[in-house]
């Protein structure tokens, strides 16, 4: 079952990180994401589920500036809460970022995807991993730092006259990805390349490396996928303290329920790219809705048959 003592604070509607409105994603004549809202909560891992072709790859894309929407808006407040006149305030001025006495204030949908990465503090990883399978998996973690280093080093001449403060920039780089290393376990595999290490690994190693960078949030596309048990607890313990400890917050694309409904705080249902339910997992389960669409029910006829079935059996 999920921490339904942290969910049950709903998050999401009290104190949103990312609010998502009116998101749509064409493709020619293909609507992919159509009219979309959500939230998602500071401090939750909210999770996007929905049958293949749902959308959730491309709402990922929109959010991490991968592709440029078609509409919508999609505004982070990296601190504090982000008033609804701030959000507006912002969007009138035509800029990307704004800083408000609640906290600064970006609007993902105007900017790139290095300057969500880099100033929103956005983080990313992929249904494929993408680790530098010939770098050691301790040179993993620090390339991951590599803006800060390349700052502190004064572009590259500091560093090569072993300038103090890059000195010191370099020692905090090494000691953060040792920290990461400790939390998944492969310490003892630092200097191995990390395409050397079990598929496992490597998954935890791509969250590791993510986190490097110091993300407010932290996207996941299909963390749990190919998996063991085994592997599927160790990365639900992970990302618990990834929640918990750092404060980070969590979306993540998953088609494993049991780590779904095992580790989220909120759950956004997605259908031909429509939400169709939206709340905590236990809200979720058992909605007819949801489970018409993981049957790829369609007929109005064969719903209601589906939800009075649901109904008998609650009975």
């Known amino acids: 079952m999920a921490d339904t003592s942290h969910g049950a604070t709903r998050r999401w509607m009290s104190d949103p990180l990312l609010v998502v409105e009116h998101l749509t994603m064409r493709f020619g004549g293909l609507v992919a994401v159509n009219d979309l809202s959500f939230e998602v909560g500071r401090g939750d891992i909210t999770a996007l589920i929905g049958p293949n072709g749902a959308g959730k790859t491309t709402v990922f894309n929109c959010v991490t500036g991968f592709y440029k929407p078609s509409q ?14 701030d959000v507006a305030a912002l969007t009138r001025t035509g800029k990307r970022s704004r800083r408000f006495p609640e906290g600064d204030l970006y609007l993902l949908e105007r900017m790139p995807d290095f300057q969500i990465t880099r100033f929103a ?24 730092q590599h803006n800060p280093l390349m700052h502190a080093s ?56 993510a986190m490097c960078t110091d993300p407010v949030l932290l996207c996941l596309d299909e963390p749990a996928a190919g998996l063991n048990p085994r592997e599927s607890l160790e990365l639900n313990a992970l990302l618990r303290m990834i929640r918990d400890r750092e404060g980070t917050s969590i979306l993540l694309i998953e088609h494993d329920m049991s780590v779904v409904m095992q580790i ?39 719903l209601q048959a589906v939800e009075a079935e649901i109904a008998e059996v609650a009975t």
């Open 72 to 85: 919508g808006r999609l505004a982070l407040a990296r601190e504090g809460r982000a008033l609804a006149a």
């Open 264 to 302: 989220s705080d909120h759950v956004i249902v997605l259908d031909y790219g429509i939400r169709i339910a939206d709340g905590t997992p236990e809200e979720v389960r058992n909605d007819p809705r949801v489970i018409a669409a993981y049957l790829g029910v369609e007929d109005e006829d064969e």
């Open 154 to 209: 004064g572009m590259s001449l500091l560093g090569l006259l072993g300038w103090p403060s890059y000195l010191a920039r370099e020692k905090q780089a090494v000691d953060k990805a040792a920290f990461w290393l400790d939390q998944i376990g492969l310490t003892d595999r630092a200097d191995d390349p990390a395409g050397a290490l079990p598929y496992g690994a490597q998954r935890r190693l791509e969250i590791a490396r």
């Open 121 to 144: 503090r956005v983080a990313r990883t992929f249904q494929n991993i993408r680790l530098f399978p010939g770098m050691t998996v301790l040179e993993n973690l620090i390339v991951a």
